[in-house]
């Protein structure tokens, strides 16, 4: 899977670069974070897979990932800021 990656090319830049930049940083983030709970549930065996402990952090990781998305995009959406990319999974 490809990841895109988005850098601000300065200050110049008018709102609609800046927003369009935020939304993809947003989407880049929520990629890689799906991207690394894949991994994580790819490197298990058939028998931690079958794990109901297992089987509920990948739930719930899953869900943290869509809920951090939709709050990123209210928060900026209510007041203009927006929580960068690998901020939200250190």
Known sequence: MTTMRVYNQGTN???????????????????????????WWDSMTTVEKGSPLHCGQLVSMGEAIINRFYLQRRTHMLNGTVYIGEALYM
Do not use: D, F, H, M
């Open 13 to 39: 830049a008018t709102p609609q670069c800046v927003c369009g930049s935020r939304k993809i940083a947003r989407y880049n983030s929520s990629i890689l974070a799906i991207e690394n709970l894949v991994l």
